[in-house]
């Protein structure tokens, strides 16, 4: 395997999703200085990242939003076969550029992995299912959903 330390900037595709032994997990998109040279139609690079920092695992699980620009640092490893994605091993991330945060106004369902979570722009109460329906919780508000999936995990040993 081809593997270089090296450092990526790139914009969160979607919210950072907590994976087994305290990591956490999320893409990253990123478009080449030369923009400009590229076919209008040319596909982004999407990078997958994971951490097990405590510190960067924590950061991404409370305080990055779907669109924030981020330069992770670590070590990038070629996939294997054309067509998948690079994934880097994150052990630095700096934040250069935040997203304004959404205000709802609907009734909104998203994914948080193996989650379920519905926003309803009346409450901040957050409630959480599984993927396959099973009650998780309440969340008080959309920052705590990411401690109601890490308890649970806990409590079930990670299965969703």
């Known amino acids: 395997m081809d593997t270089k ?11 950072p999703v ?30 997958t990242c994971t951490s097990g920092d405590p510190r960067i695992t924590h950061e991404l699980l409370n305080g990055i939003q779907p ?7 670590g070590t990038l490893v070629q996939p294997p076969t054309p067509g998948e994605h690079a994934r880097l091993t994150v052990d630095a991330l700096e934040v250069l550029d935040t997203t304004l945060v959404p205000v709802l106004r609907e009734t909104v369902l998203d994914r948080y992995g193996d989650y379920v ?7 901040d109460a957050v409630p959480v299912f ?6 998780v919780g309440l969340a008080d508000n959309p920052d705590a959903i990411a401690t109601l999936i890490d308890i649970h995990e806990r409590v079930n040993g990670g299965d969703a």
């Open 67 to 73: 669109g924030d620009l981020l330069r992770a640092t």
């Open 117 to 123: 979570v519905i926003f309803d722009g009346d409450t």
């Open 18 to 47: 907590p994976g087994p032994r305290d990591t956490v997990t999320f893409d990253l998109v990123v478009r080449p200085a030369d923009i400009d040279a590229l076919d209008d139609d040319a596909p982004d690079t999407v990078i």
């Open 130 to 135: 599984t993927a396959h329906g099973q009650w």
């Open 5 to 15: 330390h090296c450092a990526v900037d790139g914009w969160v595709d979607a919210i």
